[in-house]
């Protein structure tokens, strides 16, 4: 649809008034001022009257696999931001991660604009359930999976960890499942046994599992189902 009709549609203004405040530079479309009335809007433009949103904007839901050396914030530090893999999409205003990882972590990261929605995720209280595959510098301890279960005293904490299920593949090969993001606390989990983690990777967060067909650093949204999984 041309600017100047959405913008009547959306704020009941006259096709008059609308040239008017495009003249005016009081449009945005994705950020930027728009003074061309035939600028065409479509379903991923966010067009903004004088500072307010017009229109319903869909909510959008990524799932990225995350590459090591990027950071989850969503600007460049002093490594990239995870948000330029998101190169073809349109639009990347308002977007934000949904569970952070560490720059040398590798997986699955949710992006979202949905504020509810990766509270869902990320909030303690939610016990969203996450699984990391990690890989040890040295040979697993006898006891881990019960300690894992029973909870782990972590450096620097008042409370052992929740219970959390590990899954020995090998004795330097495991999946581990945790319900809290605590800071770094795979790495320390690890470290409370004595042990070191040399490379860790998200593979699922509650029914959402890390696509097998993407690449790392590459990305796609998420089906109806899966953005409807954290609500359950
Ligand atoms: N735990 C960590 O130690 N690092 C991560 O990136 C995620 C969980």
Redesign the pocket.
């Known amino acids: 649809m041309r600017l100047d009709k959405f913008i009547c549609h959306h704020s009941g203004i006259s096709r008059a008034e609308a040239k008017r405040v495009l003249r005016q530079d009081l449009v945005t479309c994705n950020g930027e001022a728009v003074r061309n009335g035939a600028y065409k809007v479509t379903a991923e433009t966010e067009v903004e009257l004088d500072g307010q949103l017009l229109g319903e904007v869909k909510k959008r839901y990524i799932m990225l696999n995350k590459v090591t050396d990027t950071i989850c914030s969503t600007v460049d530090e002093e490594y990239p931001s995870v948000i330029n893999f998101l190169d073809e999409l349109p639009n990347t205003r308002g977007l934000h991660i949904a569970g952070?990882?560490?720059v040398d972590?590798t997986g699955l990261v949710p992006i979202t604009d949905d504020g509810q929605w990766s509270h869902q995720i990320t909030s303690p209280k939610k016990q969203c359930a996450?699984r990391?595959r990690v890989w040890l510098a040295e040979p697993l301890c006898a006891d881990a999976e019960q300690q894992v279960e029973q909870g782990i005293q972590l450096h620097g904490e008042d409370e052992l960890t929740k219970p959390g299920i590990l899954e020995r593949i090998d004795d330097t090969e495991v999946l581990l499942t945790i319900t809290e993001?605590k800071y770094?606390?795979?790495?320390?989990m690890f470290a409370a046994m004595g042990n070191k983690?040399v490379g860790?990777h998200?593979e699922q967060i509650g029914e959402i599992e890390l696509d097998e067909t993407l690449y790392e650093g590459e990305w796609r949204e998420l089906t109806e189902e899966e953005i409807q999984s954290v609500w359950q």
């Open positions: 952070r990882l560490d972590t996450k990391y993001g770094h606390q795979v790495k320390r983690v860790l998200r």
